[in-house]
């Protein structure tokens, strides 16, 4: 990963021994502890153009974690510079010149800003002196460059992992510590192997220390990285434990293994010990098997959460897990959760492109704003999943998802698209390098119970990725999870693929004419019983998730993106209104997402999109009305509450006008994704303009734990001209949950056959 000195694995690194005449004298076994001071909180900030000098004064200030354009004073032009797939995006848009894309050469992409690096100063006074001092620094880009008391220290280029750098040889363990880390002002600074993260949409590019930024101090040997996996057949804990000796001799020590319950810390199991030698200056990794007798399994419905304590003589450490497994099956197309078939319903968030919208600011790091984003609104829209799409977020992120029931499709951040689009780096990956950033993003989330699913891509063809890159791998993840590869072939017999069914793509982007093919109608949905067949997925029969659909996105002001300017104006004509758009949307959204649950096509089913960038420059967009209270478009609320609601109700009529007085048969297709038994009443109607109800029928509905039914209801059309609402809606016997309603607005007319 081109790292000089910076470990690509939690303290394992091919680093020189402490020198001998520095060597702490090893603590006596009792004593064993580590201590972990954070290093959050206000940093100086400096800009400069030469990467090689520090700093001689510093005139900002900015939040470690947060971003450079959140400095005080504000850098000009901090986040500005556009990828060389932005700017093909662009050229394919007709919004920038094929000749001034053609200047760009091999170049990554284009600075508009004055300054090659953001230099971050700390200044902190060490904990008490220990045998070895590590510095985590758990995410920054572009590419990281460490200094204490003026000696460099190492580098990490890797935009997406976590960096370790071993700093006991310049730390004043009495005394003050002045800490200096280098980052990229913007990803043209990194070498050329290394991945920036790939993005056709995203217009800017914002530096910073995004997460959190700590100092460990422990004695020999250290624990240098562990992996929980959950045995659920065994009711057990399969717990590998990686040890580095830095000191100039052999170390004999036990490695004690104990799991409590993370919130009460009642035991849950006997100790575990076994005694190991480390030889100096090496790594050692043991395997310990931990029995928990009457497992409690984590889910989203119940994300109850264990705690292992790991012990050398010198170290320890605690490592939350939760006991959960969860695979795919190609045979019956499926999700699996803790042996049971589940269906995930959620959205997407795009949080690297959320970092460059305006309003953005310290928003992702605020506990109580991040609470609502992830726990309360996800629980209302009835949300057991997200993709964390095409970049990564801070660990804490995933500490709430952990807590609070979700489950995670992990993406890296690739995107290259098909071969032939312009600006694609497709073919400049270098497989070297991929491994090794693969690894340490395993290695910093695979303890984490809500990451599910690893994801290498985004809608990308790159053989190498399943060929090479993940093979090599995925054998490192002892629980085994599962692979999401794209529209690659995937790399395992029950990895699933990704779909993506943007069925108004056509509407919103296509021409109109003869010669020219039908647009999409949303009355086609009534003869479609799934997915039409597309070059990407037709090619597997794997299970499949539907992690984006829609192409239906507006502004946060309910203007039209880039990609749906012309889409709205064909679908209300040219004096729509930011209501009728919000209405429309939410309506269309709703209906897309009753219809895809409908037919049992997808293991999963993924909006897209809950949270990205908004603005004028934006492709698509997010639903919150207010960003900083994140209220959501109440259209958009009210449409996926329904629509997500685990008793799934689909009714399959969009035609917009019918005859007065006629007979039609209305079908209702059902779905349950409890695994329970779930029964009550369907009542279908015809409501005028006034919610008075003019014609009406009920059915029972019966439907098995997690399963489907569809309905045929005959209903006389209203009598009189007018405006009405179609709803079928689903009751449930036992009074569990609010009913489900799918509604379609019709008009009655008299048609031109009729006098």
């Known amino acids: 990963m081109n790292n000089k000195n910076a470990t690509p694995w939690l303290l394992s690194c091919s680093m020189a021994l402490i020198a001998a005449s520095f060597v702490v004298p090893q603590l006596a076994a009792e004593n064993a502890s580590r201590t972990t001071l954070s290093l959050n909180g206000q940093w100086d900030v400096e800009d400069s153009v030469n990467g090689a000098d520090l700093p001689k004064t510093y005139s900002h200030k900015a939040p470690v974690p947060g971003l450079a354009h959140s400095s005080v004073p504000a850098f000009p032009d901090a986040d500005q510079y556009q990828s060389r797939e932005l700017l093909g995006n662009l050229v394919r848009q007709g919004l920038f010149s ?46 990281i460059v460490v200094f204490l008391n003026g000696i460099r220290i190492g580098q990490h280029d890797a935009c997406f992992t976590a960096a370790y750098f071993d700093v006991t040889r310049s730390i004043r363990w009495s005394g003050a510590n002045d800490l200096v880390i280098r980052i990229g002002a913007h990803p043209g600074v990194l070498p050329q192997n290394v991945s920036q993260g790939t993005d056709f949409e995203k217009n800017r590019w914002t530096p910073g220390i995004y997460d959190d930024v700590t100092l460990m101090a422990m004695n020999n040997p250290v624990i240098s990285t562990l992996q929980v996996a959950p045995q659920l057949a065994s009711s057990s804990v399969l717990v590998q434990t990686e040890l580095r000796n830095y000191s100039d001799h052999a170390i004999t020590s036990k490695v004690r293994q104990k799991v409590t319950e993370w919130k009460s810390r009642a035991t849950s199991s006997g100790e575990v010990a076994t005694e190991v030698e480390v030889p100096a200056g090496a790594s050692k990794t ?3 098997t931990v029995p928990i007798p009457n497992t409690h399994l984590w889910s989203p419905e119940d994300p109850f959460l264990y705690q292992v304590t ?88 995933l500490e709430i998802a952990d807590e609070n029931g979700l489950l995670i499709q992990n993406e890296y951040f690739v995107w290259t698209g098909h071969p032939e689009w312009r600006g694609s780096y497709r073919d400049r990956y270098d497989t070297t390098e991929m491994i090794g950033e693969y690894t340490e993003w395993m290695r910093d989330n695979w303890n984490h119970p ?39 072939v995937p790399g395992g017999a029950n990895d699933p693929v990704e779909d993506h069914q943007y069925l108004y793509y056509s509407t919103a982007m296509e021409d109109e004419g003869p010669g020219k093919p039908p647009l999409f109608k ?7 019983l799934g997915p039409p067949p597309s070059r990407e997925t037709s090619k597997s029969a794997h299970a499949m998730i539907l992690n984006e659909y829609g192409w239906l996105w507006l502004n946060r002001d309910g203007t039209p993106t880039l990609l749906t300017q012309k889409l709205y104006p064909r679908l209300l004509g040219e004096k729509s209104t930011t209501e009728s758009r919000f209405a429309l949307q939410a309506y269309l959204l709703g209906g897309e997402t009753e219809f895809w649950r409908a037919y049992r096509h997808y293991a999963g089913i993924l909006h897209f999109v ?51 007085g006629e007979l039609r048969d209305f079908t209702i297709a059902m779905v349950n994704d409890e695994d329970r038994p779930r029964t009550g009443t369907l009542h279908v109607s015809f409501s005028d303009a006034n919610g008075q109800e003019t014609v009406s029928e009920d059915v029972p509905f019966s439907l098995a734990p997690l399963g489907a039914e569809s309905y045929l209801v005959t209903l006389k059309t209203p009598t009189a001209p007018g405006k009405y609402v179609l709803q079928a809606v689903a009751t449930p016997a036992d009074d569990s949950g609010h009913p489900t309603i799918s509604h379609r607005d019709t008009i009655v007319q008299l048609s031109p056959q009729v006098k």
């Not at 949303?522 to 479609?528: A, F, G, H, I, K």
Request: charged share 25%.
């Open 310 to 397: 790991t012990k050398t003589d010198g170290d320890a450490a605690d490592t939350r897990f939760g006991m959960r497994e969860f695979r795919f099956d190609t045979v019956t197309q499926r999700a699996y959760l803790n042996g049971r078939p589940y269906f995930l319903r959620g959205s997407n968030i795009t949080l690297h492109r959320f970092f460059e919208d305006p309003d953005s600011g310290t928003l992702p790091w605020d506990e109580a704003w991040l609470h609502r984003l992830l726990v309360e609104i996800p629980k209302q829209l009835h949300w057991n999943a997200f993709r964390f799409c095409i970049g990564p977020v801070p660990d804490r992120w």
């Open 98 to 143: 094929q000749a001034d894309y053609d200047k760009l050469g091999d170049a990554r992409g284009v600075s508009y800003q004055a300054r090659n690096y953001f230099w971050y100063k700390k200044t902190f006074n060490a904990p008490a002196q220990n045998s070895v001092a590590i510095l985590k620094v758990n995410k920054a880009q572009f590419g």
């Open 610 to 660: 809950y949270l990205t960038a908004s603005d004028p420059r934006a492709f698509t967009s997010d639903h919150f009305r207010d960003l900083k209270k994140l209220e959501l478009e109440p259209h958009f609320m009210k449409a996926m509450e329904q629509a997500f609601n685990p008793l799934g109700v689909y009714l399959n009529f969009w035609q917009p006008a019918v005859t007065p």
């Open 522 to 528: 949303v009355t086609d949905l009534e003869s479609m």
């Open 450 to 488: 809500s990451v599910a699913i690893w994801d290498a891509t985004n809608e990308s063809w790159l053989p190498q990725f399943s060929n090479s890159i993940i093979p090599k791998v995925r054998g490192l993840d002892l629980s085994g999870r599962p692979w999401e590869n794209s529209y690659n």
């Open 286 to 288: 043991i395997t310990q």
